[in-house]
């Protein structure tokens, strides 16, 4: 894999600057999150000229922009941030991704690891045989044509209104769960019978669904706001929209290659195809994407439903004994609408986010009640061997990143050199094992893939969100069952 | 003709090469199928006919593996062998293709907008056979392809670049080159 060789100027401990008379043509300087001791890393492969790259995206404004978990994606960097000017600026799909609105979402428990311990295995084994994963999976929820309109134009809000979930769960999720100018029209008829099979599944990847334990508290008010403290467990889950979402970005990208020659667009990379947000190519995609970013929070609704059912059905107690409620979901693949201050004045752009999440301080009216004086909650997981974190939105990342920060660990390793240099997947389950953690994945090759020494150690990147003042840390959690696709 | 599989960070990265254009498309077909499915087996008797279209190479190329993707993952139709006839679009050709009839279109999805100016539209034809994947089967799918990029995709001749380009595939009666990125 080539490195890059650029110019990479250090501002001050945790941001670095790719000065915007780097390549003609961009409009904006790049500015990367890290520490000096990770810069090595990030000059491995290209993702840095791929921040360059998004410098190009007309409307851009403040500077392209990656988090400390940034590395090598297609168009975007995964950990990019770009925010263009609403509306005279573009929408580009690659810079939400194709697995529109991927995300992460945690619930909390009343348990501790001694309520579970013996029946680890057992909730490992039936979660994974209730929650379908793996390629191609299909779910158990049959949807006609009429319902999964509904789901596209309703999200989260018609998985509670199905059963999956409860009412409460809706003012814990990104947007309430349901994503406003959504039009099933916009959406393909091949993406709607890609989604029809697949509501309710984690898919396979990266995606995953952990029962962990918080190992460490650091904001302690914070933490029994929501309900947390040392030793209690949580569940995350991490997927996305499926197919439906990817085809949806696939579509959109020969309307959006159209749109560039069209607009006399000049970009570096095709896949940053775009169009101005006020075209009708713009307003189709970012209403296809509403309904692809509300299926994904069906998704995860549907899944959290499930999760819950297998709780209480192993432990033998109610979901509201078990105190399973959700702590907050996050999008951490989406562009969208919001007002941000630039020099003193307040202006709407588009926020791309591809591998980054939304991190609102205390205040912003975007929150619901309960974190209004803290912030919003900010979920990062890390590889399956390792940690996971539990952040805050703070009024840094207003100022500096749009609102944004890291979303994972980001990976340092390709899929096959993780396979070809790495233990196999039959060692890491075993290793996992005898640390504690139990894995059950839907295929051995996917778990070789995702082993721990493929991904940067998440409590870096954590640390320099922290130290860069761009969120801050509440809670860590080390995993101790994983079902991964 | 044949294939090598490149290293990308999060993603998996091919390299394709073929001594003519409908080789080098069924050489690229085939290698999303390995890769989706290495272990699976399949005979060819059922059949289906896919066609599309697009102003380039590069992007015709994208829209051809899409196809094949929607049909492995939503059909569930693995195909074991893929023949592909590439065409050139003029308006003497197909005259019924005119940009009235697709922006009034009644299917749902993206508009696209006006075909190119720049040259002439290009179609692939394809006849597929394989068998529709039962349950089975289809827990034999090891990776899940989310899309294909258009990020460092490239469709080139070779035989009209220099000797360093020819060095780039191992098979000196390769005249087409691809390379494209898959998100996994």
Redesign the interface.
């Known amino acids: 894999m080539e490195g890059w060789a650029g110019p990479l100027e250090r501002i001050d401990e945790f941001r670095w600057m790719i000065p915007h008379t780097y390549k003609k043509g961009m409009r904006v300087s790049g500015i990367i999150f890290a520490h000096e001791g990770q810069i090595s890393q990030i000059r491995k492969d290209q993702a840095p000229e791929q921040v360059a790259n998004v410098a190009f995206l007309p409307g851009i404004v403040g500077s392209s922009l990656a988090m400390p978990d940034i590395h090598w994606g297609y168009g975007f960097a995964i950990g990019g941030v770009a925010a263009t000017l609403y509306p005279e600026g573009v929408v580009s799909p690659g810079g939400v991704g194709f697995d529109i609105n991927c995300g992460v979402r945690l619930l909390r428990t009343n348990l501790k690891l001694v309520d579970i311990e013996e029946h680890l295995e057992e909730l490992v084994q039936r979660l994974f045989k209730e929650i379908p994963a793996g390629a191609g999976s299909e779910g158990v929820i049959k949807l006609g044509n009429a319902e999964i309109t509904r789901v596209l134009e309703e999200g989260a809000r018609w998985a509670v209104e199905k059963g999956f979930g409860n009412i409460e769960d809706l003012d814990r999720i990104e947007e309430y769960g349901v994503m406003q100018g959504a039009d099933p029209q916009k959406v393909s008829d091949k993406a709607i019978r890609r989604g029809i099979p697949q509501l309710g599944t984690l898919g396979s990847g990266n995606h995953f669904l952990e029962i962990q334990l918080v190992e460490e508290i650091y904001d302690h008010r914070a933490a029994e706001i929501m309900g947390l403290e040392p030793g209690s467990i949580t569940l995350m889950i991490h997927t996305g929209s499926r197919g439906l979402g990817h085809q949806v970005c696939t579509d959109y990208l020969v309307a959006m290659n159209e749109a560039v020659r069209k607009y006399g667009i000049s970009l570096p990379d095709r896949q940053l195809a775009c169009a101005p947000l006020d075209s009708q190519e713009g307003k189709d995609y970012l209403a296809a994407m509403a309904c692809a970013a509300n299926y994904a929070w069906a998704n995860r609704q549907c899944i959290t439903h499930w999760a819950r059912r297998v709780f209480e059905k192993v432990l033998g107690s109610s979901e509201k004994a078990l105190g399973m409620d959700l702590i907050y979901d996050v999008a951490h693949n989406i562009a969208k609408i919001e007002e941000h201050e630039i020099a003193g004045r307040k202006v709407k752009l588009c926020v791309h986010r591809k591998g980054a999440t939304r991190a609102f301080p205390a205040g912003s009216c975007d929150l619901p009640e309960i974190y209004q004086k803290l912030g919003q909650p900010v979920l990062v997981p890390g590889d399956m061997g390792r940690n996971s974190y539990l952040l805050l939105g703070t009024e840094k990342a207003m100022a500096e990143t749009f609102g944004s920060t890291c979303h994972g660990a980001g990976r340092i390793m390709s899929r096959s050199q993780a396979k070809r240099d790495g233990q196999s997947g039959k060692e890491i389950e075993s290793d996992l094992r005898s640390r504690g953690i139990i894995v059950r994945a839907a295929s051995r090759a996917g778990l070789a893939e995702e082993a721990s020494s493929a991904y940067k150690d998440v409590n870096e990147v954590v640390r320099v969100c922290q130290g860069a003042g761009i969120s801050r840390m509440v809670a860590r959690m080390r995993p101790l069952g994983v079902i991964k696709g | 003709m044949g294939y090598e599989?490149f290293?990308?960070?999060?993603?998996?990265g091919i390299r394709v090469w073929g001594e003519s254009l409908e080789d080098l498309f069924e050489t690229a077909g085939r290698s999303l199928l390995v890769i989706?499915a290495p272990r699976i087996l399949v005979q060819p008797i059922q059949h289906r006919h896919i066609m599309v279209e697009?102003?380039d190479l590069?992007?015709l190329l994208?829209?051809w593996l899409?196809e094949i993707l929607?049909l492995?993952?939503?059909e569930?139709f693995f195909p074991v062998t893929i023949t592909a006839h590439i065409n050139g679009i003029s308006t003497e050709i197909h005259p019924d293709i005119e940009d009235s009839d697709r922006s009034e279109a009644p299917?749902?999805?993206?508009?696209?907008?006006?075909?190119?100016e720049?040259g002439p539209g290009l179609s692939v034809e394809g006849v597929l056979s394989g068998e529709i994947m039962d349950r089975e089967r289809?827990?034999l799918?090891?990776?899940?392809i989310?899309?294909?990029?258009?990020?460092?995709?490239k469709v080139e001749r070779l035989d009209c670049k220099g000797r360093a380009d020819r060095m780039k595939v191992p098979d000196q009666r390769a005249v087409w080159f691809a390379q494209f990125?898959l998100?996994?």
């Open positions: 599989v290293d990308h960070t999060a993603d998996i989706a697009a102003d590069e992007a994208v829209n899409s929607y492995l993952y939503v569930s299917s749902r999805g993206p508009k696209g907008g006006a075909p190119s720049s289809r827990s799918l090891e990776v899940e989310k899309a294909v990029t258009y990020h460092l995709l990125i998100d996994i």
